[in-house]
């Protein structure tokens, strides 16, 4: 009688409310997987940066570092430590601190010495000429000679299969041409040739190692001292360090996570003292996290917003021209980058790259009436309405991104569906090179060249929105040759014009690359592609 | 009037078929608490999800970016998301979305269902084997399961969803069925229609789905409730379902991410599923009494 | 009467049942007295309300019934009052109950030994080696044949007369001073029932046990009981010593009840049978006058405003009636209503109707896997097994048995509901085949059939009209409009109100369904119309109107009726003719009015002996109640089939090869091997003893 009528009779309506708050709690605390900063897995990229146009910048002025600590570093698991192999921000940090480079590139993407201290070009551009530090040691006491780099060198462009072969296929020949002294010729010129010796995997290695991948036996400023693949690797200061004062820290402690948030909870909580990969929101909490500093710096990465322009719609310049008078992109920028990063114009050459950046390219100002006027003349209106569908990875800031553009778009009378996809769908068996509308995310690099030679020649190997204009081709051929800075800049500049006139491609904003540290340490000199970021000057902030 | 009852399935509590019989049953929906809790949540969601347009203050994808972020106000009753699109209209147009959705389907696989295992229960033989060692099979999966291979089979496209719903829940909808076929099939009155010569067609529709009713109506639901769950789990999972769809569960997934800051974006469709789920199934639990008598 | 207290004594008990918030009264107002070596039988039809008596006795009603007044002593201890710890004690131990179902009572997950030696070790504190040696005198007690395996054996593994002789032990087992039996035969076989019934008066007279007998079977409480309540609608109407309630009822519902049951040697054509009209009241709808007072041809006014009381008629004869003077005296009397109708039977037209030839169903078993893998052929149940029959015209065919018999499964292969696996069926001029599928629907409209039970045998979502509409369309093949029509007429036949049309089953009444079920068969006026226990579900005072019903039907459309029964008066009442079956074969075939005066074949006599019949002044059989069991059809035994069991087994011959037919002067015909002349005298031996 009364026990039939309370619904404590009823277990299955007890069970459901347990199980919503339950869900509730889990959801609400939960991590993300959706990050508005993720790795592109993808080709094109190897690690996508941020960068937020307001640069909270690397280095506070105020006190100098003081030696001692350790720094406990949160990265993701590392995979592959020899220097040939690497590719993931972990396995770069790791590298970049137990070996040095020849020569290094700072936070402005300029050239700076390391193990090379000078240099020289002769033959118009066909020969560099590089002088080695004095006193350096190898961590197992031997000495550095201009051998080592002479072996590195040779090691890396003739390993089949590795990238760095692809990379060093112009040079002609690598030789000590004395203790301290490397010569390398090429058989082209190669204005960013450089850079290219700068690449991440060009740490140079003890002539004859024979297992790099378990024996680290480097000249950086740190030793290793303990490897569990599980869960950390600890480095230790390596006393004989050629550079004067560096570094000060005692040790770094590179402890492996998975979640990205996870490390965000680890920060706050004081279990490690960096981290320099999260998600956008948990970005802005740690912000106004007493204790802990925040880094947000500009990176050349970006996502591209691409139309086909081979054929139906994107061959007809009218629909290009449309869709981006309707694209609002400082909206976007706000919305979804919150800011963050740079704001972008069509071009995939962004404010960090000084110089080569045009300023007087005024941005397209939204123009909703001209867009559905041009498609009109484009033969598309309410009966016969332009409709796409607009394919992206599930990653990243992207998905949002799409549910923008098809909202701003379908003012213009543009009917979008939106198709998300995971990575491997998308970039699966190069479908994202087919498709007529598309959102790539694309990473950081040192120099534009790549992204021109990569996507936007003709015969690129990933021109996904197959342009082909032949002046642009002309440009970019001359940009790749000339060793002439000033008239890089200008073919840089006339590209720019070009893309925002007539590419087929859509650039509303490039990333920000965030890190935050415990303001016990001072002196964290953070790179767009985050692995580069040097910790030989970050100490305690002693005060 | 005389005394016998019977309490099987086929002499339910309700004596069948009149209209106004069944319209004061209706009000025994109402009669438990928790039973007049579970329907009116339903009652109230359907109404939503049929006005939802008219009631909607935004568009579904609506996007005011002054507004972004917002916590709960006046102007936006649930908020705003990280595009600034108001919760509340989201949740109005995906309430459509996920009821007719997961009601269709229910309602087609109950239609499949009902004859599939119709046909098993009278027929018996090898069909019968057939068919239930087949929807063994499928309800050896976890629905969940079922519904990511089938999608992973099917592909996407309009219909996908459905047809998934479809396929997850005929099976035991047909087991239900069965049951009761197998139950009423000896009974005296079948026998005796046999003898009249009537045809296994008038013998299965006529006859014996009578008896079927009650039962599948309570199961279908309760499957009903579950089907909404998978339609919102599915939008959750991104599978199925594209941005800048209303879907629920894929609100609940695209807030994750900003959980920490705009806690309102994902708490009120997430107890949208919720209530949605416990109303109709406390729904369904009144239904399966009035049909199937006290217990 | 003894001068010791009785030992249970209930004085003005009044139950009353809760449904849907309202308590309704079940039982109202009853007074009885059992002494100790008293058989008190407690006679009703459904809703009378005897159960609800007998678990009031036991304070066992569960949480919906409530003893409302009244008091209850056992041996002068309230039951009422007891509180649950004192009451495990009682029960049990003192006061002991047999339910109805033996299947249902005993635990299936435990060996019988086991079960009877927990009783003995809770209430007599034998420890286990005690308590099995005493499970099995009690089987001996009980005349179970072969206790150790049957204290080994599981529920499931005896018979169900088997299981009720256990359950009879388990109850004597404390040597209770108070056996309540709910039923405790219904279900069982005839012959079985005769050899339980033998042994409660053999038991219960050596231990002087106060029994409290419930039942609807009068037959049964004339052959054990002493005294008799009688219960109506939750009242007693009347209580007195069994011989005088039998010759000289005083209520008019009693008087009702003998006439309306027919009694072996009655026919159809001496009288019909008389019903009581009008049904009982459910509970509710029961008013503060004489609950019988609706029904009653001898109500007067007083009957309608007033509850008339329980008046002393004579020493040990009570009655609640006002009238019981009247009709004590013989002045009035419930047959005098209308003069007796003696329908007008014509002879039928020697046309055959029905002609079987070796009909033969055999089910084949699915083989176990041992049975598989031993190669074994599978297993067959021979449920008929070669029958010949033939029925003319307008004739009546009455088919009785025991269960295994095979009578059903006859029926329905007949009809087509079971498949015939050899042997003919002929139907008219036409060749039946097998099964139902493979009919036509012509000859489909020639044969029709009536079930047992008459709740399953309408559809419950269908109205009347549309039920009764359903032959028309599909076996006349007529349109819905044209049925419709039908309808009021086939109502009226079965003479029920044409409103029934729009009514819903469950809205009838058992009789009425019935009634209904036979209108739907003779829509289509069949030739041959077989009926199934049609009466068997129904409550008695019912039963009467249907087989008279059946009767006229008959008379109008002159259709061949082929009646099937366990309930031999039944049968005897309606039939012109008579088939005896036992294990799927026929043993004799007669004519109904000579079978059962002078049966002939042994099987024949052992079933009249076992049915307790009304006349308590009959003498008790000479013969001993048939043993053992219906054996199994799977494996029946050799030649005779009844060899086993038969009293006049010849030996050998009997084992070893089946019986010849043997024919009489009259046509009846008989399967024994003892030469008809020798059966005939024996059976003038009998009469003359």
Redesign the interface.
Known sequence: MLGTRFPIHNKRLVGLLILLIFSLLIVSCGGTTQESTSEDVAQPAEAETSGSAEVESAEEPSAPAVDGGTLRVAMQPIVNIDPIAISSDSEVLVANHVYDYLIDIDAQSKIVPRLATKWSTADGGLTYVFQLADGVKWHDGSDFSAADVVWTFERLRSTEGTPTADLYNNIASIEQTGDLEVTFKLSEPNSFFLYDLSDNHALILKEGTEDAHTNFNGTGPFKVENYSPEDRISLVANEDYFIEGQPKLDGIDIIFFNDDSAAVDALTGGQIDLAMRMPTALFQTLEETPGIRTFSIPTNGFDLVRLRSDREPGNNPLVIQALKLATDREAIFNVVQQGYGALGNDTPIGPLYGDYFDPSIAPLERDVETARALLADAGYDENNPLSLTLHTPDTGGRPDLAAVLKEQWAEAGVEIEISVEPESVYYGDDGWLEVDLGITGWGSRPYPQFYLDTMLVSDAKWNESHFSDEEFDQLAAEAAKTLDDGRRVSLYRQMERILVDRGPILVPYFFAQFAAINDQFTGLDLKAFAGRTDLREVGLSGS | ????Q?SSP??SGV???RGRRLLSSFRVLFD???TAFGTSIFLLFLFLAVAGPWLAPYGS???I?SD?RQPPSLAHWFGTD???RDVFSRILYGSREVLFEAGLGTLMALFLGMTLGLIAGYRRGWIDELLMRFFDSLLALPALLLALLLLGTIG?SRYSVLIVIVIVYTPIIARVARSVVLSVRE???V????????SSL?IMFR?IL??VMPALTVEGALRFSYAIFLVASLGFL?VGV???SPNWGLL???A??????L?WS??FP??AI?LV??GV??MA?GIKRILMG?R | MSDSPPVLDITSLTVAYENEDVWQTAVRDLDLRIEAGQTYGLVGESGSGKTTVALAVMRYLGSSGRIVSGSILFNGLDMVALKEEELRGVWGKEIALVPQNPQSALNPSMRVGEQIAEILRRHAGLDRREAMARAEELLCMVRVPDPQRVLHSYTHQISGGMQQRVLIAMALSTEPALLILDEPTTGLDVTTQAAILDLFREITAERQTAVLYVTHNLGVVSALCDRVAVLYAGELVEDARVGELFHFPYHPYTEGLLDSIPQIGQKKTEAILHAIPGQIPPLGERLEVCVFAPRCALAIEECSTQRPDLETAASDHQVRCYRWREISRGEITTHQSAPDLIPVQSPGDGETVLLTEDLKVYYGLRRSLTEMLRRQPGRVVKAVDGVDLTLGKARTLGIVGESGSGKTTLARAVVGLAEKTDGEIQLLDMQLPAGLSSRTLDTLRHVQYVFQNPDDALNPHMTIGQTLQRPFISLLGMSSKEAAGQVSEMLRIVRLPKSYADRYPNQLSGGEKQRVAIARAFATSPDLLIADEPVSALDVSVQASILNLLNDLQNETRNSLILISHDLAVVGYLADQVAVMYLGQIMEISDAARIFEAPMHPYTEALLAAIPTIDPDSAVSHQEPLQGDVPSQIDPPSGCPFHPRCPRDLGDICRTEEPVWQENEFGDRIYCHIPLGELQSVQQMLKEA
Do not use: C, W
Request: aromatic share 4%; glycine share 6%; no cysteine.
């Open positions: 009037m005389t005394v016998t019977s086929a002499n004596a069948p078929g438990r608490p928790v994808n609506e996007q970016y972004a990280q595009l600034g996407r009974k005296a009155f026998e005796a229609a046999q003898i009249q010569g009537e008038h006859e009578p008896s991104g594209q941005p800048p609940v997934s695209e994750r991410p900003h959980a920490a800051q806690p994902l708490f997430a107890a919720a789920v416990i199934n406390l639990d006290e």
